[in-house]
């Protein structure tokens, strides 16, 4: 793994993304989707790694229930929900201590600029860079 800071951004490149994805075998996944963000081929992928998917829920309502009733390992969030509804999420995984993270649905088109945030899609590379960044490192949970 490196880590690399450029133009004040933290950047962490996973050298071996192919070992990453035993990751989710028994993990728990809850989705927070405020539009779509959860394809049924990422789906599909993540349940074929073992992973189960509890979601996805689009309220605040909806997430801080299931993290009263549920173990609940990991946290994807859509990156598009608003900031007065997620904040109180993040701050109820803060005080469980469950990893998380923000994806899109798809990569962005930035005229050929490498993206460095999360996508949640059923590509190989995707799902490796999610799992290492939730359940590989805990100092890079957030």
């Known amino acids: ?25 028994g993990k728990k996944l809850l989705i927070f989707e405020e539009s779509f963000l959860l394809s049924e081929e990422a789906k599909t992928k993540l349940m074929a790694l073992g992973a189960s998917i509890l979601g996805p829920v689009d309220s605040a309502k909806s997430i801080l229930a299931y993290l009263a009733s549920e173990t609940v390992d990991a946290v994807i969030l859509d990156v598009t929900i608003e900031p007065e509804i997620v904040l109180p999420v993040i701050s109820a995984l803060e005080t469980h201590h469950i990893p998380f993270i923000f994806a899109l649905s798809s990569h962005p088109g930035l005229n050929g600029q490498r993206f460095a945030g999360f996508v949640l899609s059923a590509a190989d590379d995707d799902l490796a860079t999610i799992a290492t960044a939730l359940f590989g490192q805990p100092s890079l949970m957030h």
């Open 1 to 25: 793994m490196q880590i690399a800071i450029n133009h004040g951004q933290l950047s962490v490149m996973v050298q071996s993304k192919r070992c990453s994805p035993h990751l989710y075998r």
